[in-house]
């Protein structure tokens, strides 16, 4: 499968690329700093990807690395198109920045473990469902806003039937179908969408029964990320109502790849 474009992606890749030619020369970030003329933070901020780097920045970068002519090449590339605008900054006024954060992200990953304890996963989400939602959340909402969340929901939504299409494995905990989220309608047709998606070949999806008792991830919900690039770890994501977490530790990536291989291995068949 192409990797998809995705700025947010390739400005981890650089940050990434960056701070391994740092550790190649044995430099810390203090001493990069003093070298060029910034301060610590910065250059932490650019191999953290939290902020991004100018041309002329990267420039002086490369020299002090002393990179050859392919590779600095290749990183001014991929800083060009780090600093595109994702197709989600649209819908800046809809979308949180820090779940912006991980939709650019995720637009850019391979495939996606998702565990839900809750709730259908947004990308499977029908409009009735998320509607009734939205306004349990937040009860005083506006039909525009909620039109307008509507309309990010199903540009993200475009990305599961695409021909470059995200492999997603999805576990639902039976709760997430017994909650009568919006009435027996909406769930009825929230049930429908489950099954057409079900059937995308790019999608696995399996429900964990309450008959199972007690499991690995009971009380915490996620998604692990991974991405086409060899160079590119994975990453789990985790939110809550007004945040989110990143985990990229080796330690805990192998942590949840264990958990998913047990909620897959408990859950009921595809």
């Known amino acids: ?8 992606a390739r400005r981890r890749r650089l940050s990434s690329a960056l701070r391994q030619l740092r550790e190649a020369h044995g430099m810390s970030c203090a001493e990069v700093g003093r070298a ?23 420039e002086r970068l490369l020299d002090l690395y002393e990179v050859d002519e392919e590779t600095r090449t290749a990183l001014l590339v991929l800083r060009r198109q780090a600093s595109h605008r994702g197709w989600w900054t649209t819908y800046g006024d809809a979308l949180p920045s820090w779940f912006q954060g991980y939709i650019g992200l995720r637009d850019g990953a391979r495939s996606a473990m998702i565990y839900q304890a809750q709730l259908v996963p947004g990308l499977m989400q029908a409009d009735d469902y998320a509607t009734a939602l939205m306004r349990a959340h937040q009860p005083s909402i506006a039909q525009d806003e909620i039109e307008r969340q509507l309309s990010a929901r199903t540009a993200r939504q475009a990305l599961l039937p695409s021909a470059d299409a995200l492999e997603v494995w999805t576990v639902l905990d039976e709760a997430v179908l017994r909650r009568l ?19 995308l070949p790019n999608v696995t999806l399996q429900v964990l029964p309450f008959d199972h008792g007690a499991h690995a991830s009971m009380g915490t919900s996620f998604i692990h990320l991974r991405f086409p690039e060899p160079g590119d770890g994975d990453i789990v994501y985790i ?32």
């Open 181 to 199: 989220v919006g009435g027996a309608t909406t769930m009825a047709r929230q049930l429908h969408r489950l099954g057409d998606i079900g059937s």
């Open 1 to 8: 499968m192409a990797p998809r474009s995705s700025p947010t």
């Open 36 to 58: 060029v003329g910034w301060s610590e933070s910065k250059v932490s901020r650019i191999e953290t990807g939290r902020t991004g780097i100018r041309a002329d920045d990267l």
């Open 239 to 270: 939110e809550d109502l007004t945040s989110s977490q990143y985990l990229e530790e080796s330690a805990d990536i192998e942590r949840y790849t264990l958990v998913a291989d047990h909620l897959r291995a408990s859950a009921l068949p595809p």
